[in-house]
């Protein structure tokens, strides 16, 4: 399971990346006018997107019928400090632009937890 959790970061990261870099193409920005705004966002997406899972991991080995409720819980807290951090963003950069940089990389990231959480549900009732 821990390699399925580095190979979701790793997708999640690319994902966002391709999907930043179409969103600076059409604000017609240069990556350079922003770059500190995108290293914060990748790190806080990547930092918490580990933390939620390892989190989820943990209370799947412990008790798996609670996994489901443990990875609602965990995106909900999730979605605090993710409001706080694109809030500071959008002082910096173009609001705009901070807006659709920051919920575009939420929304990848909880795609590729999606699929994690669902991965590991369907994993453990095959081996039931």
């Known amino acids: 399971m821990k390699s399925l959790l580095v190979k979701s970061i790793g997708i999640a990261v690319f994902l966002t990346a391709a999907v930043w870099s179409a ?8 990556f350079t006018a922003v ?3 995108a290293w914060q966002y990748l790190a806080f997406f990547v930092l918490a997107a580990a ?3 390892s ?3 943990l ?3 412990k008790n798996f019928d609670q996994t489901g409720m443990s990875f609602l819980a965990v995106t909900t807290v999730k979605m ?8 500071f963003a959008r002082e910096q ?8 940089m920051g919920y575009s990389g939420f929304l990848l990231f909880l795609a590729i937890e999606v699929y994690f959480t669902y991965r590991l549900l369907n994993n453990k009732q095959k081996k039931d």
Do not use: W
């Open 51 to 53: 933390i939620c899972m």
């Open 55 to 57: 989190i989820v991991l």
């Open 59 to 61: 209370v799947s080995r």
């Open 80 to 87: 605090i400090p993710a409001f706080v951090v694109i809030k």
């Open 35 to 37: 770059k500190t705004i």
């Open 23 to 30: 969103i600076l193409g059409y604000h017609n920005t240069a």
């Open 93 to 100: 950069v173009d609001e705009t632009l901070a807006i659709q």
